[in-house]
């Protein structure tokens, strides 16, 4: 058994599937050759989605949003899995094309897109989830310029907002979406212009860990997308409901009771099937798919005492892995699961605090975590890295090289 396998056991969150490719940790660090990296596995990922097909009404659509990791060999991975992306920058989109994924499968959200990528989404052909009645405008002059016409979605910003939810994006002043009591009137305007109208999007948040939030939610974005679509220039042919499912990253959280959201899904369907029947229904999830298959994985540098506190200082820390270190717009700083993953056997442990070489106290791995007793050279291994670590992490701070990435 590798020496990762027997670290998976110690965290009832992680999945024993996260192998690593089979080889040990010591032997992965020396393919990739240098500290710090990010390990993404294959075989997590893919195990992932078959759960979701398994479960999850056969006739929807699950997407991937990229930015939870744009990492171009997975997200090429992910375009022969998932049935569609959704991106949210012109480098998003470019990621999702050359990883393969037809124009007609990807959408385009955010709250500001400049006018050149609204011209190469439009020129692309892919779906722009319109955000006000500005960009609406702006969207249209550009398919005007280019003779095309194009494919839109209205994000409506609903009034009610996701419960339980790690971060808020719905209910209340928000920049993203439309008020839902301002759509109608947008959708009269976008009747009288050059758009091909295709439905809507609705995301209330992200991180959630309650299936029951999560099932009432979805329901009421479809009841609300259905009473909007009453006042459409043509027929909800596409709704994207968002996702919002959470993965476990702290002591004391569950897992996703998946088979609950599932049937849930199962219901709403039937709804959509009998009140809307051209409409597709879109799910979209990113941490989700890939949070639970990576690891971060540095290396220590010293051991040392302060006070009485032992300090392990190591190679990796904020500026590739911002959310470890609880930065990353956490209210209260908790620990990620961290083990040395070079001595998982039964040894000597202590309580230390995992450091990295930055010259702020923010840069902190793990607070005053029960650790194996570590030595120079060993490895520090952070579970639960697969979404929102190296490109939501702020490399250039300190000029320290950027870490490097496998899939494996
Ligand atoms: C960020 C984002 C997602 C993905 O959120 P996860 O928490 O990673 O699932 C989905 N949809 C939209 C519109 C987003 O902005």
Redo the contacts with the bound molecule.
């Keep these: 058994m590798s020496a990762l396998h027997a670290a998976l056991r110690q965290f009832p969150v992680l999945d024993d599937c996260l192998h690593l490719g089979g080889i040990t940790l010591t032997r992965l660090a020396e393919r990739v050759g240098r500290t710090p990296f990010y390990a993404y596995e294959r075989c997590h990922i893919q195990s992932r989605v078959a759960l979701l097909r398994d479960l999850l009404p056969p006739s929807l659509q699950v997407h991937y949003?990229v930015?939870?990791n744009p990492m171009p060999a997975l997200v090429q991975m992910l375009a022969q899995l998932v049935d569609g992306f959704?991106v949210?920058s012109g480098g998003e989109l470019k990621t999702a094309l050359d990883a393969g994924m037809a124009p007609a499968r990807i959408s385009f959200?955010g709250p500001g897109k400049s006018n050149a990528e609204l011209r190469s989404a439009v020129a692309a052909g892919v779906l722009l989830h319109l955000e006000s009645e500005g960009e609406m405008l702006r969207v249209a002059r550009v398919g005007e310029s280019l003779g095309i016409t194009p494919r839109v979605a209205v994000r409506v910003n609903p009034e009610f907002e996701l419960k339980y939810a790690g971060?808020k994006?719905a209910g209340g002043a928000r920049q993203?979406g439309v008020d839902a009591e301002r759509v109608p009137a947008m959708l009269r305007k976008l009747g009288g212009l050059a758009l091909d109208f295709q439905g809507f999007?609705l995301?209330c948040g992200?991180?959630n860990l309650s299936a029951s939030a999560i099932c009432e939610a979805q329901r009421l974005c479809v009841d609300l997308a259905l009473q909007l679509a009453e006042a459409a220039p043509a027929p909800m042919r596409l709704l994207n409901i968002?996702?919002?499912?959470?993965v476990p990253y702290f002591p004391g959280e569950k897992a996703l009771e998946l088979p609950a959201v599932a049937e849930g899904l199962h219901g709403l369907m039937r709804t959509l099937a009998s009140a809307s029947p051209q409409t597709q229904l879109v799910l979209?999830?990113?941490?989700?798919l890939v949070a639970e298959g990576g690891v971060y994985v540095c290396r220590v540098l010293e051991r040392k005492l302060s006070h009485g506190q032992v300090f392990v200082i190591t190679d990796g820390g904020l500026h590739h892995h911002l959310a470890a270190s609880g930065n990353f717009g956490q209210v209260i700083r908790k620990n990620y699961p961290v083990a040395v993953g070079n001595r998982m056997a039964a040894g000597p442990r202590e309580v230390a605090t995992v450091v990295g070489p930055l010259c702020t106290p923010l840069d902190m791995l793990a607070d005053s975590m029960e650790l194996a007793r570590v030595e120079p050279g060993d490895y520090v291994v952070v579970f639960q890295s697969g979404?929102?670590g190296l490109t939501a992490s702020p490399t250039a701070f300190l000029s320290h090289p950027p870490p490097l990435e496998v899939l494996v």
């Design positions: 949003a930015k939870a959704d949210a959200a971060m994006m993203f999007h995301f992200a991180q968002g996702g919002g499912f959470g979209e999830l990113g941490r989700y979404a929102y």
